[in-house]
């Protein structure tokens, strides 16, 4: 029945983008970035209850699950949301 949705490859895409969204931090930090398009680090952790640090590792596992990318200026890096990965995951889930 699964392979009717999606490929074996795709489906492993769908798993670790859904894994990667399965922290309300991280659904937090996406609605963010869709808000105000392009942010630092620092920014983010102004409207978290939580440590840059661990800002950071949410922000690194979402950009490891290809969800945002980190554009580097300077001494920062700058945040965003990446729209063609939220398209496909958004394809990939209306397919189920």
Do not use: W
Not at 42 to 50: D, Y
């Amino acid at each position: 029945m699964l392979d009717t949705f999606s490929s074996g490859p795709e489906r492993e895409e769908l798993a670790g983008l859904c894994k990667a969204l399965a922290h309300p931090v991280r659904l937090k930090i996406i609605e963010h970035l869709k808000k105000v398009n392009c942010c630092i680090c620092g920014e983010i952790v102004e409207i978290l209850p939580l440590s840059q640090s661990t800002v950071s590792q949410h922000l690194k596992r979402l950009k490891e699950a290809g969800l945002i990318k980190g554009e580097i200026e300077g001494p920062r890096t700058c945040y965003c949301v990446d729209q063609d990965a939220l398209n496909r995951f958004k394809a990939a889930v209306e397919s189920l």
